[in-house]
């Protein structure tokens, strides 16, 4: 098995137009019990190197590399033995999350941006980090993603996916120990409760009741 991490780490060294299968491999790993030593070992610089692939991806418009490098950064969100290793580049992991959920204009790179958006959330509720910095980077990624969303009104699937992981993340912010206020202020100065509440009036039916749910908790 570390053979096998330590190979991926080579991998991960291409550019991103070539990265793809390594990435689609090491996703599939990070969320296997003995990834968190091994990771360790074979890839102490993972975070930065999946977020440099991310960024590369964006600028070459390589958008099968970006949704898999933000997958692999979602994952590592989702297991708490990566926590420590993903707060150290929080705020970097943030920037790249918003530039691929508003600059990237493939659904499974939004899909993906949004999912890490969303795990950061989650993550960010039990993390030592400053969790009022984060959410306020959280909170202004998803606002321009939930005025397109609002906006175009779900045009497709993958438009409802991105939407509906985006209100899920503004709820669980909402829903922290801490700084439910901050939220609720923030989300009305960046246009965000305007965003939900024309989505719960006018959005796909898929959509309305999240965002009926999300704008009551967003008056309260």
Not at 62 to 72: F, N, T
Request: hydrophobic share 50%.
């Amino acid at each position: 098995a570390a053979e096998a991490y330590g190979a991926l780490a080579k991998a991960l060294a291409w550019p991103a137009r070539l990265a793809f299968p390594a990435l689609d491999v090491l996703r599939v790993a990070l969320l296997q019990p003995s990834a968190p030593a091994l990771v360790r070992q074979a890839t102490p610089n993972l975070v930065p190197r999946l977020l440099a692939l991310a960024r590369e991806g964006l600028d070459e418009g390589v958008a099968p590399a970006v949704a898999m490098a933000l997958r692999c950064v979602a994952n590592l969100c989702a297991v708490s033995q990566f926590h420590a290793l993903v707060g150290e580049h929080a705020p970097d992991a943030l920037e790249t999350a918003a530039d691929g959920l508003n600059r990237s204009t493939n659904a499974a790179a939004r899909t993906a941006a949004a999912t890490v958006l969303l795990n950061f959330a989650v993550f960010i509720r039990s993390s030592p980090a400053d969790e009022e910095a984060a959410q306020a980077q959280i909170m202004s990624a998803l606002a321009p993603a939930l005025a397109t969303a609002a906006q175009a009104g779900g045009d497709t699937t993958g438009d409802q996916e991105v939407a509906l992981r985006s209100m899920v993340a503004l709820g669980t912010l909402l829903h922290s120990q801490k700084g439910a206020d901050f939220v609720k202020s923030l989300a009305r100065d960046l246009g965000s409760t305007e965003s939900v509440q024309a989505l719960a009036e006018r959005g796909p039916e898929r959509l309305r009741p999240c965002a009926g749910a999300l704008l009551g908790a967003l008056a309260s």
